[in-house]
């Protein structure tokens, strides 16, 4: 597929076009006389535009719908050899990222790869070099890659291609190095709006047009789905609930204020927490570790929930309970059909999920939080690469 594919739907029924393939997308396959339904278009229109997306590449039969009698309509969806997408959740030490088909199935995965970040344009340059050898060294052709997306932490303009928290000048926004450097058009997302795609498209969402995704890491992030679209805010800084002046802990966080509820609901605030215990006197089965000055990390106390180890699960009951409050505030205000937890303090499951309920249950009003279900993330560790690549092609297309 040549370079001028995401071209390829300007110009005539374009906007007729970039319907039907959102349609696929988001619903799956259809047949052209559904197509024509949906659009309220006639159907020598839509064989039209349909035919078109086919000879593009976008989209191909994919099979024919059963009937009682009588020639049997052929369905259309996408085709998913149209091209590579490639999802990157960039970090300071290491990157993970996911390979999809143009379809949006996960082809290639890797976690924790070595790669170092730093704040300037020749360590990005560096990581897009290294990228590509990445794959090429698993048979993933960059040649063959229609879209790359980056997801970065903190405050990103996925318009601009700034990120605040790798700022390397103000004539210099990443998405344009990246795209420079790795020779195909490169997004730049927030991590957890990524996620918070991913799990909508491909993840735990089952036609619910209001979610939040919660991204419970070292930090504290959420998404926005609202009415079945991604939300920015005006400035694309939307969902910053990390940032939300709730605590009266004294606390300072990274940002440099006092009171917000990533200092209370975090994984820096559950090790905060923890080392203060032990240093209390406290006992965990990490305490050998810490007596003999070793470091420990915020996963060994996440593995040691899940061994059932009391200390551990004390300190994630009470960062469940200020989260659960802080969730219970977003309940009422945007009464959503579906919170989904995600981000690796996630996985200590109903260790979490507990004291976050009967935090809802108190502080929520009871009329709303009855229309809204908690879920945790399907997608897991994926949720922001897979998100990533599927956030790329719609921005390619221009779906976004």
């Known amino acids: 597929m040549s370079d001028s594919f995401p071209n390829r739907i300007d110009g005539k029924n374009s906007i007729l076009k970039k319907m039907v393939l959102s349609l696929c997308i988001n619903e799956g396959d259809y047949s052209l006389a559904d197509l024509s339904k949906e659009l309220n278009t006639s159907i020598p229109t839509i064989t039209k535009l349909v035919g078109e997306l086919i000879e593009d590449g976008f989209l191909k039969e994919v099979g024919k719908i059963d009937t009682n009698g009588g020639r049997r309509p052929s369905v259309y969806g996408l085709n998913p050899d149209a091209g590579y997408l490639v999802g990157v959740d960039i970090r300071r030490k290491y990157i993970n990222y996911t390979v999809t088909d143009f379809k949006g199935n996960a082809i290639e995965s890797r976690e924790k790869v070595a790669l170092t970040v730093q704040n300037s344009e020749e360590s990005f340059r560096q990581l897009c070099r290294d990228l590509k050898a990445q794959l090429k060294e698993n048979g993933i052709d960059p040649e063959k890659v229609l879209a790359y997306g980056f997801n970065l932490t903190g405050r990103v303009n996925n318009e601009t291609g700034y990120c605040f928290t790798f700022f390397i000048g103000e004539d210099k926004p990443i998405a344009s190095v990246l795209s420079d450097e790795m020779g195909k058009p490169a997004f730049v997302e927030n991590d957890s709006r990524a996620m918070t795609y991913g799990e909508y498209i491909c993840g735990v969402a089952n036609n619910e047009s209001n979610m939040l995704f919660i991204n419970i890491g070292w930090g504290l992030g959420m998404g926005m789905i609202l009415d079945g679209k991604l939300s ?127 935090a809802i249950q108190k502080h929520s009003l009871n009329i709303i939080n009855s229309d809204t279900t908690i879920k945790f993330s399907k997608l897991g560790d994926k949720a922001g690469t897979i998100g990533s690549c599927i956030l790329s092609r719609s921005k390619l297309l221009g779906l976004l």
């Open 232 to 358: 920015y805010g005006k400035s694309g800084f939307s969902g910053e609930v990390g940032h939300f002046p709730i605590l009266n802990n004294n606390q300072i966080c990274h940002c440099g204020k006092t009171g917000c509820l990533e200092t209370g609901a975090s994984g820096s605030a559950i090790y905060r927490i923890f080392m203060e215990k032990l240093k209390e006197g406290r006992t965990s089965m990490l305490s050998e570790k810490y007596n003999r000055g070793e470091k420990i990390h915020i996963e060994e106390i996440i593995d040691a929930v899940q061994e059932e180890d009391v200390l551990a699960i004390e300190v994630i009951e009470e960062i469940g309970t200020t989260l659960g409050r802080a969730i219970a505030g977003l309940i009422n205000i945007f009464n959503p059909e579906l919170i989904v937890l995600g981000g690796n303090v996630a996985e200590t499951k109903e260790y979490l999920l507990l004291p976050v309920r009967s």
